[in-house]
C-alpha cells in the first residue's frame, strides 16, 4: 500500500531563517506530487506541483520554491522565511490518470509558525 | 480562472440529516472531489463525482449537476465525529482547486 510522509510535523522558526520541508512517498512510482498551504481562516492554496523528476509548477508567486530531487521526494524551501509563510503545509500524491485516479491523498502536513 | 464557493459554517444536530452546498466556476472540469478535514489533520478523501447525478456512500452522499456548476455533500444520521471541515474541490485540466471549506458542527 501506499504511505505518504512529512516532517517534521511541527516547526517554530524566526523571520528571516531559511526553511526545508520534506515529503516522501511510498508504495508508488512516477505520482505526481503537490504542495499545498493552508492558513487561518482560509482554503487550501495549491502552492507547487511536480509530474516528474526535476519538474516544477508554480502555482503562486511568493518566496517559497519546491524541488524534485527523487522520483518519490519532494522538498519544499525558504531562504527567507515572511511571517506570512505561517500556516499548515500540506504535501498530496495523486496517480494521474482518469475518474477517481485525480484523487488526491495527503501527508499528516507541517504546522509552520513564523515569529 | 476557478472559482469555488460554500457556506463557511453550518450547525446540525446528532441524528439529523445536514446538507453542504457547493457551487463553481472553473476553466475545465474533470470531476468534483468532497474531502473531510478534523482541525490540525489532512483532509481525507470522501467522495467523486464527474457525471450528473447522486452516488451515496453509506451514509454520505453526493451530487452534482455540470450544467448548473452545483454539487453536495449531504450527510444522514449524523454523529459527533462528523464535526468537522467540508472542502468541496474541482479538478480542472490538472490540479485540483479547493472551496474555503464548511465547518460543521454537531451538537448533541
Redesign the interface.
Known sequence: SQTIHQWPATLVQPVGSPLSLECTVEGTSNPNLYWYRQAAGRGLQLLFYSVGIGQISSEVPQNLSASRPQDRQFILSSKKLLLSDSGFYLCAWSQFGTGSSYEQYFGPGTRLTVT | GQNIDQPTEMTATEGAIVQINCTYQTSGF??L?WYQQHA??????LS?N?LDGLEEKGRFSSFLSRSKGYSYLLLKELQMKDSASY?C?V?GY????????TMLLVSP
Open positions: 474533470n470531476g472531489f490540525g489533520e489532512a483532509p481525507t478523501f467523486y464527474v472542502l474541490a479538478i490538472s490540479t485540483l482547486t479547493f472551496g474555503k471549506g
